[in-house]
């Protein structure tokens, strides 16, 4: 039995579910596997603890160099690439390692065979066991561009003959879909926040379009619930348990511990769970298809992303990340806007955007976004060679019992290879439209949004759209001042680009060990990318020992500690009311965010 734990955004709780189902479970005699396939940010071996046994380092075949004696510069590489990995500028190649795919493409079209290829590491999987507890975890390399979904797959092959936990990245793009796909049961983790019921709906939407049939878990129940009941409602969602709003469960998780072992008033909690849980996933439950809530409607300007330009001048960007979600970044990012005001925002959180909700545009303009292609094979012209299958590096190709190639959609990346290769003709491929991207106007300044399609590869592809679509105003309204970014939380592809070039990068973490675990690894990133970077504390006053650990982290790659902010119920009441914390009670808090802004601002004055 596979029990994937997953959720629309971060923060909600997902981990701290799923460790805590975990640990039940193997108390209650069961054969537990725990695989965390949020491999950007695993956060799972915090809480369980397991004692590694050994390392495995993943690899994939990929494009290491250009050999420039053999380049003729006739730019075939850059024009088969769709994830702008690969550039021609002034009849010289450049490869930019952090976007490619390693689909093949550029090896197969080259005519001088001048692209070199070699094994690329893209993570590890690291094994091991937490008591009873079989725990396996993907670490995926920094600044490695779209490789987790891979690096998930192989994961997956160690799902244990009992119960599996799937601890699933958040969110709705590739990485989320890879983990959920094939579980017997998807258990969505929410909170009754805006930002956690908008996201939900996304979450929903994706799990419905694979073949899944989600159920909720409703974290920090007490809290104003009335719109996330009426969704569940609506969408005829079953609620399988709740665990209550309780500062004191936020201390035991700040520190590593497990609830259910420390607290033992919430264990009945997760009791109800795991019984209604496991009688889901053991049922035949048909996927509720018509109730899918389109993101949007198709229309206006297809765009794509534009091809990297290294000599191309951007505005001064400052991108608002932080490793892990529910740290409060995009809160912090609408108060920055507020303060900045008039002037440019992006939204780049692609797949979970929520900055909408606080700072209500009004759309001016809008098209679809093309990001990649759909694939499919005309089985009239298919000689059943199975070049194609052969050539594609994403499994995404099946061959069914009578000798016939169809496309696994889900599994598909829109590279193109099989189109390359294909002597018959057979392969079909058009424009496939993966979002929505828009230019608005709110009351603090315009701002470029998009926002993803369900269960869509590309996410990197639209963050990219979106800066430039931001870096276009800029020049067209002559706008001073810098573009703010809402970017995302992670390591992975759509991170990167949101980080890649910016002025200054700054990174919103709590003191819990989950917070200074993926503080570290979105400062590896910075640094990787040369970006400089500065870190501001939110619920500084959750843990003490924690925060000061983060101020000697910060210090010690020398990156700026911004400010701290205390444990404040008024964000979550300021969400509520669709308002940013000053505009709502800035209290205590607001002189600290302003302070912290006036902080950013002079330091990027200096050169």
């Given at each position: 039995?596979?029990?994937?734990?997953?959720?629309?955004?971060?923060?909600?709780?997902?981990?701290?579910?799923?460790?805590?189902?975990?640990?039940?479970?193997?108390?209650?005699?069961?054969?537990?596997?725990?695989?965390d396939?949020?491999?950007?940010?695993?956060?799972?071996?915090?809480?369980?603890?397991?004692?590694?046994?050994?390392?495995?380092?993943?690899?994939?075949?990929?494009?290491?160099?250009?050999?420039?004696?053999?380049?003729?510069?006739?730019?075939?590489?850059?024009?088969?690439?769709?994830?702008?990995?690969?550039?021609?500028?002034?009849?010289?190649?450049?490869?930019?390692?952090?976007?490619?795919?390693?689909?093949?493409?550029?090896?197969?079209?080259c005519?001088?065979?001048?692209?070199?290829?070699?094994?690329?590491?893209?993570?590890?999987?690291?094994?091991?066991?937490?008591?009873?507890?079989?725990?396996?975890?993907?670490?995926?390399?920094?600044?490695?561009?779209?490789?987790?979904?891979?690096?998930i797959?192989?994961?997956?092959?160690?799902?244990?003959?009992?119960?599996?936990?799937l601890?699933?990245?958040?969110?709705?793009?590739?990485?989320?879909?890879?983990?959920?796909?094939?579980?017997?049961?998807?258990?969505?983790?929410?909170?009754?926040?805006?930002?956690?019921?908008?996201?939900?709906?996304?979450?929903?939407?994706?799990?419905?379009q694979?073949?899944?049939?989600?159920?909720?878990?409703?974290?920090?129940?007490?809290?104003?619930?009335?719109?996330?009941?009426?969704?569940?409602?609506?969408?005829?969602?079953?609620?399988?348990?709740?665990?209550?709003?309780?500062?004191?469960?936020?201390?035991?998780?700040?520190?590593?511990?497990?609830?259910?072992?420390?607290?033992?008033?919430?264990?009945?909690?997760?009791?109800?769970?795991?019984?209604?849980?496991?009688?889901?996933?053991?049922?035949?439950?048909?996927?509720?298809?018509?109730?899918?809530?389109?993101?949007?409607r198709?229309?206006?300007?297809?765009?794509?992303?534009?091809?990297p330009?290294?000599?191309?001048?951007?505005?001064?960007?400052?991108?608002?990340?932080?490793?892990?979600?529910?740290?409060?970044?995009?809160?912090?990012?609408?108060?920055?806007?507020?303060?900045?005001?008039?002037?440019?925002?992006?939204?780049?959180?692609v797949?979970?955007?929520?900055?909408?909700?606080?700072?209500?545009?009004?759309?001016?303009?809008?098209?679809?976004?093309?990001?990649?292609?759909?694939?499919?094979?005309?089985?009239?012209?298919?000689?059943?060679?199975?070049?194609?299958?052969?050539?594609?590096?994403?499994?995404?190709?099946?061959?069914?019992?009578?000798?016939?190639?169809?496309?696994?959609?889900?599994?598909?990346?829109?590279?193109?290879?099989?189109?390359?290769?294909?002597?018959?003709?057979?392969?079909?491929?058009?424009?496939?439209?993966?979002?929505?991207?828009?230019?608005?106007?709110?009351?603090?300044?315009?701002?470029?949004?998009?926002?993803?399609?369900?269960?869509?590869e590309?996410?990197?592809?639209?963050?990219?759209?979106?800066?430039?679509?931001?870096?276009?105003?800029?020049?067209a309204?002559?706008?001073?001042?810098?573009?703010?970014?809402?970017?995302?939380?992670?390591t992975?592809?759509?991170?990167?680009?949101?980080?890649?070039?910016?002025?200054?990068?700054?990174?919103?973490?709590?003191?819990?060990?989950?917070?200074?675990?993926?503080?570290?690894?979105?400062?590896?990133?910075?640094?990787?990318?040369?970006v400089?970077?500065?870190v501001?504390?939110?619920?500084?006053?959750?843990?003490?020992?924690?925060?000061?650990?983060?101020?000697?982290?910060?210090?010690?790659?020398?990156?700026?500690?911004?400010?701290?902010?205390?444990?404040?119920?008024?964000?979550?009441?300021?969400?509520?009311?669709?308002?940013?914390?000053?505009?709502?009670?800035?209290?205590?808090?607001?002189?600290?965010?302003?302070?912290?802004?006036?902080?950013?601002?002079?330091l990027?004055?200096?050169?």
């Open positions: 039995m596979k029990i994937a734990i997953s959720s629309g955004k971060g923060g909600t709780g997902k981990t701290f579910i799923a460790t805590n189902l975990a640990a039940l479970l193997a108390q209650r005699g069961r054969g537990v596997v725990y695989l396939c949020d491999v950007e940010e695993p956060n799972g071996h915090l809480f369980l603890k397991p004692e590694t046994e050994r390392t495995e380092r993943m690899t994939v075949p990929a494009p290491v160099s250009i050999d420039a004696d053999k380049c003729i510069g006739c730019g075939r590489c850059a024009e088969v690439c769709h994830y702008n990995a690969i550039a021609v500028v002034k009849d010289k190649v450049l490869l930019f390692d952090e976007l490619c795919h390693a689909c093949g493409a550029c090896s197969i079209v005519p001088e065979g001048a692209i070199i290829e070699g094994d690329k590491e893209i993570g590890q999987i690291k094994h091991g066991r937490s008591g009873d507890i079989g725990f396996h975890y993907g670490l995926l390399k920094t600044a490695v561009g779209g490789m987790s979904p891979r690096l797959a192989a994961l997956k092959k160690y799902a244990g003959d009992d119960i599996t936990i601890d699933s990245p958040p969110g709705t793009a590739c990485s989320a879909v890879e983990t959920v796909a094939g579980a017997d049961l998807c258990l969505l983790v929410a909170d009754p926040t805006p930002f956690a019921v908008h996201d939900l709906k996304l979450a929903v939407n994706m799990c419905r694979i073949g899944q049939e989600p159920a909720v878990v409703v974290n920090r129940a007490g809290l104003d619930d009335a719109e996330l009941s009426q969704y569940c409602r609506r969408a005829q969602l079953e609620v399988v348990g709740e665990i209550p709003d309780s500062r004191q469960i936020a201390e035991v998780y700040s520190v590593g511990d497990l609830v259910v072992e420390k607290l033992p008033e919430i264990r009945p909690y997760f009791e109800k769970i795991i019984e209604r849980a496991q009688a889901l996933a053991a049922a035949e439950r048909p996927v509720k298809t018509d109730l899918i809530e389109p993101l949007f198709p229309g206006g300007e297809r765009s794509r992303a534009r091809k330009d290294p000599t191309a001048k951007r505005p001064e960007e400052v991108v608002i990340i932080s490793g892990k979600g529910g740290t409060g970044k995009t809160s912090l990012a609408a108060c920055f806007a507020q303060l900045a005001a008039p002037g440019l925002v992006s939204d780049c959180d797949d979970a955007a929520d900055l909408h909700l606080v700072l209500d545009p009004q759309v001016q303009e809008e098209g679809d976004f093309v990001g990649g292609v759909t694939v499919e094979i005309d089985q009239e012209k298919c000689t059943r060679c199975g070049k194609c299958r052969e050539s594609c590096r994403f499994d995404a190709i099946t061959r069914t019992d009578d000798g016939r190639y169809l496309v696994d959609q889900v599994a598909c990346e829109g590279c193109g290879v099989c189109e390359l290769v294909c002597e018959d003709d057979a392969v079909k491929i058009e424009d496939d439209i993966n979002g929505k991207w828009f230019v608005s106007e709110t009351r603090f300044g315009p701002m470029s949004p998009a926002i993803l399609g369900h269960a869509e590309n996410s990197g592809r639209l963050v990219t759209l979106v800066r430039d679509l931001a870096a276009d105003l800029t020049t309204a002559r706008q001073p001042g810098n573009v703010l970014i809402d970017g995302l939380p992670g992975g592809c759509p991170v990167i680009a949101s980080v890649s070039g910016v002025r200054y990068a700054v990174i919103v973490t709590e003191p819990t060990v989950s917070g200074l675990h993926d503080l570290r690894r979105i400062l590896d990133l910075t640094r990787h990318f040369r400089r970077a500065g501001i504390v939110n619920k500084a006053d959750l843990n003490q020992e924690m925060t000061e650990k983060i101020r000697t982290e910060t210090e010690g790659v020398g990156a700026d500690l911004l400010g701290e902010i205390a444990y404040d119920d008024n964000f979550t009441q300021a969400q509520m009311k669709h308002k940013t914390l000053l505009e709502y009670d800035g209290g205590e808090t607001g002189p600290v965010i302003a302070s912290i802004w006036e902080k950013i601002t002079k990027l004055k200096k050169p």
